[in-house]
């Protein structure tokens, strides 16, 4: 079976044992720390939970997109995309849109394109995310080779809509720095949002999930598309 995660265990110790504070002994039983470390199988930039959203409008006359650039080490296999879509005040169920899997450059050709998909919210509004399995034509969960180097997670709402209709994607606050990796193209061009984000600086909630080909979904804590 996939190894979803991998949980390692760092062990600290120092040797002092007694120590005189104030003219009194000290016995310290405590003298070791440890911490966990999780790996995951997917890349994220955020800490799972969102305090805002981001949101991009299509027209009739350009289809915005937004896009996360990741960097993979090694030569892997992706099989999935992770969304967090927060429940809001207004219904986008209808709404459908396609992701985009980039090799090196936005600017070269998709390396995959999905089906039309739609928003599925999770129970939890603020931190649950939706997984979006990588198919072929026929639908068929598969796997795709990313090569070591960058690759971009692109997202396009492909219904013309307002404003409010526009399918909210979770945006967490507290890893300002990974605007940096945030990219948005409104019909002029890919630019990286630091320059549009006002100083709201954080983390889009798009995540590739990596692995074999995932299985046709019977029941899981996820929702699986």
């Given at each position: 079976?996939?190894?979803?995660?991998?949980?390692?265990?760092?062990?600290?110790?120092?040797?002092?044992?007694i120590e005189t504070i104030?003219?009194?002994?000290?016995?310290?039983?405590?003298?070791?720390?440890?911490?966990?470390?999780?790996?995951?199988?997917?890349?994220?930039?955020?800490?799972?939970?969102?305090?805002?959203?981001?949101?991009?409008?299509?027209?009739?006359?350009?289809?915005?997109?937004?896009?996360?650039?990741?960097?993979?080490?090694?030569?892997?296999?992706?099989?999935?995309?992770?969304?967090?879509?927060?429940?809001?005040?207004?219904?986008?169920?209808?709404?459908?849109?396609?992701?985009?899997?980039?090799?090196?450059?936005?600017?070269?050709?998709?390396?995959?394109?999905?089906?039309?998909?739609?928003?599925?919210?999770?129970?939890?509004?603020?931190?649950?995310?939706?997984?979006?399995?990588?198919?072929?034509?026929?639908?068929?969960?598969?796997s795709l080779i990313i090569n070591?180097?960058?690759?971009?997670?692109?997202?396009?709402?492909?219904?013309?809509?307002?404003?409010?209709?526009?399918?909210?994607?979770?945006?967490?606050?507290?890893?300002?720095?990974?605007?940096?990796?945030?990219?948005?193209?409104?019909?002029?061009?890919?630019?990286?949002?630091?320059?549009?984000?006002?100083?709201?600086?954080?983390?889009?909630?798009?995540?590739?999930?990596?692995?074999?080909?995932?299985?046709?979904?019977?029941?899981?804590?996820?929702?699986?598309?």
């Amino acid at each position: 079976a996939p190894i979803n995660e991998i949980s390692l265990r760092s062990n600290y110790s120092y040797t002092q044992n007694i120590e005189t504070i104030g003219g009194f002994t000290e016995y310290f039983d405590n003298n070791s720390v440890s911490k966990d470390f999780l790996m995951k199988n997917y890349y994220a930039y955020d800490d799972g939970a969102a305090e805002l959203a981001l949101a991009v409008n299509s027209d009739s006359q350009f289809q915005s997109m937004l896009a996360v650039k990741y960097t993979a080490n090694v030569t892997d296999t992706l099989n999935g995309i992770q969304i967090l879509i927060p429940n809001m005040a207004v219904d986008v169920s209808a709404q459908e849109f396609r992701l985009f899997i980039h090799q090196n450059s936005l600017e070269s050709p998709p390396i995959y394109t999905s089906q039309i998909l739609k928003p599925i919210h999770t129970n939890n509004a603020s931190s649950g995310m939706t997984l979006y399995a990588l198919t072929d034509s026929d639908n068929k969960p598969i796997s795709l080779i990313i090569n070591p180097g960058d690759f971009f997670v692109a997202y396009q709402q492909i219904t013309a809509t307002s404003r409010d209709y526009a399918i909210p994607i979770g945006y967490d606050r507290n890893n300002p720095n990974a605007v940096s990796q945030i990219f948005y193209n409104t019909g002029a061009g890919w630019q990286n949002f630091g320059s549009a984000s006002a100083g709201v600086n954080g983390a889009l909630m798009i995540r590739p999930q990596f692995g074999p080909a995932l299985p046709m979904p019977i029941g899981t804590k996820e929702t699986l598309i």
